[in-house]
């Protein structure tokens, strides 16, 4: 049973750059959420997607955007990188019920650093 | 608002002692649930235990142990005869429609 995979595992980027960090969730999970990490932090959650919509939305500017795709897999962008967006991206994937809260599980994360 | 509380920024403790980690939280929810998760060197978060907001029940599993107090707020995990192994950082998460985390506990187990 394949867990939470992400690419790329690292990535360095330049200020003023656009980035794409990709995820694929657990089998049988339908819904992604997105965190990033700052170092010594704890995540902080961008966003979360299910059925190909953005569902909650952390307090992150409108450069991170999302998408997911028919087979509940999810891609992060940023755009116009800025120092501070280095960070570890976290994907997790979850099964959305009509109540309650579904456990994450989590995947390895995006290592990004903006030069 | 939603937050969570991990005091403790670093705890050292020598192979087999016991040590508790601390978690209080904040919430206006009446249901709600709390996670513990384990984030080794690799980074990637590794669930521990899951609770909801109405079962007080604590809970064991091995030399895991976690103590539910509503009425402090409190989420507190023990490790009982700590291994160099349960070297990680720890957070603490509080679940509804997002997942607040706290800012975690490093957990250093010397041999």
């Known amino acids: 049973d394949a867990g939470v995979t992400q690419s790329p595992t690292h990535l360095i980027k330049t200020r003023g750059q656009q980035v794409t960090l990709r995820c694929s969730p657990k089998s049988g999970h339908d819904t992604v959420s997105w965190y990033q990490q700052a170092l010594g932090q704890g995540p902080q959650f961008i966003f979360q997607?299910?059925?190909?919509?953005?569902?909650q939305r952390g307090n992150f500017p409108d450069r991170f955007s999302g998408h997911q795709f028919p087979n509940y897999s999810s891609e992060l962008n940023v755009n116009a990188l800025l120092l501070g967006d280095s960070a570890l991206y976290l994907c997790?994937?979850?099964?959305?019920?009509?109540?309650?809260?579904?456990?994450?599980?989590f995947g390895p994360g995006t290592r990004l650093t903006v030069l | 608002a939603q937050k969570v509380t991990q005091a403790q920024t670093e705890i050292s403790v020598v192979e087999k002692e016991d040590v508790t980690l601390d978690c209080v939280y904040e919430t206006r929810d009446t249901t709600y649930y709390l996670f513990w998760y384990k984030q080794p060197p690799s980074g990637e978060l590794v669930f521990l235990i899951r609770r909801n907001s109405f079962d007080e029940q604590n809970e064991i599993s091995g030399r895991y142990s976690w103590n539910f107090q509503k009425s402090t707020s409190s989420f507190n995990f023990t490790i009982t005869a700590s291994q160099v192994v349960d070297s990680a950082v720890y957070f603490c998460?509080?679940?509804?429609?997002?997942?607040?985390f706290g800012t975690g506990t490093s957990l250093t187990v010397i041999p």
């Open positions: 997790a994937s979850s099964f959305l019920k009509t109540s309650g809260t579904d456990t994450q599980y």
């Open positions: 998460a509080l679940g509804g429609n997002q997942f607040y």
């Open positions: 997607y299910y059925e190909e919509e953005e569902r």
